[in-house]
């Protein structure tokens, strides 16, 4: 069973940094694209960052320049670097893989973690 574990989130003040952390385990055989999503509250769920398979990243616009994706395959890891936080990046940030395992392609969700940044 596939499943992923987020992990980094916390509280910073504006202008800090965090990085998040999604584990994954179970068995896959190819993940097609990760990605960070995030959910403030009253407001619906927003793409953050993208990670294809073949390396091309996207980001909304709020946080180009600010946050980073990236993997690290040894550890089935995918990451997201935040800098420069500021107050509207408060929200719970969840990771998301599109993945084939035996059941064909799936979506994947961890459970989310929660970042909130101060003044």
């Known amino acids: 069973q596939v499943q992923l574990v987020e992990s980094g989130g916390g509280l910073v003040q504006t202008g800090g940094s965090l990085r998040l952390s999604c584990l994954i385990s179970g068995v896959i055989y190819s993940i097609k694209n990760m990605a960070w999503y995030r959910q403030a509250p009253g407001k619906q769920r927003e793409l953050v960052a993208s990670?294809?398979?073949?390396?091309?990243?996207n980001y909304t616009d709020s946080v180009k320049g600010r946050f980073t994706i990236s993997r690290d395959n040894a550890e089935n890891t995918v990451y997201l670097s935040m800098n420069s936080l500021e107050l509207e990046d408060t929200a719970i940030y969840y990771c998301?893989?599109?993945?084939?395992?035996?059941?064909?392609?799936?979506?994947?969700w961890g459970q989310g973690t929660q970042v909130t940044v101060s003044s």
């Open positions: 998301k893989i599109r993945a084939i395992d035996y059941r064909g392609w799936n979506d994947y």
């Open positions: 990670l294809g398979r073949d390396a091309t990243t």
